[in-house]
């Protein structure tokens, strides 16, 4: 009785941590989609295109391997989307302050 008790367990326990992935990358492929949205309105299509660029198709690749049930390479790409995503926006911010200090100097 309690070897049967330990294999549904156990099966259970495997069935919990394969359906982890999906789960993982799509939450991930989520933040990042809102990351990319707060860096925009930072300005940083505008002021980090390079970074901002990055972000939006290594994000689009990580949608793609998420669609083909590529969980891993899914999580990998949206990581590198959050790093550019964060490096955009972070361009964008100093650069909104350049701007600010610019105008307020030469007022």
């Known amino acids: ?3 049967g008790i330990q294999i ?6 495997l069935g919990l941590v394969s359906g982890c ?3 993982v990358s799509g939450v991930k492929i989520l933040g990042a989609s ?4 707060e860096t925009e309105t930072a300005g940083a299509r505008e002021t980090a295109l390079y970074e901002f660029t990055m972000a939006e ?3 689009k690749k990580a949608r793609e391997e998420h669609a ?12 590198k989307a959050l790093l550019y995503a964060k490096e955009a926006r972070s361009r964008a911010e100093v650069a909104a302050r350049t701007e600010q200090m610019g105008t307020s100097a030469g007022e």
């Not at 549904?8 to 326990?13: A, H, P, S």
């Not at 083909?68 to 990581?79: G, I, N, P, Q």
């Open 8 to 13: 549904v367990t156990l099966v259970g326990l």
């Open 34 to 37: 809102v990351r990319l949205s």
């Open 57 to 59: 198709e290594y994000l």
């Open 21 to 23: 992935g999906p789960v």
């Open 68 to 79: 083909y049930s590529e969980f891993w390479y899914a999580r990998r790409y949206v990581d």
């Open 1 to 3: 009785m309690k070897s």
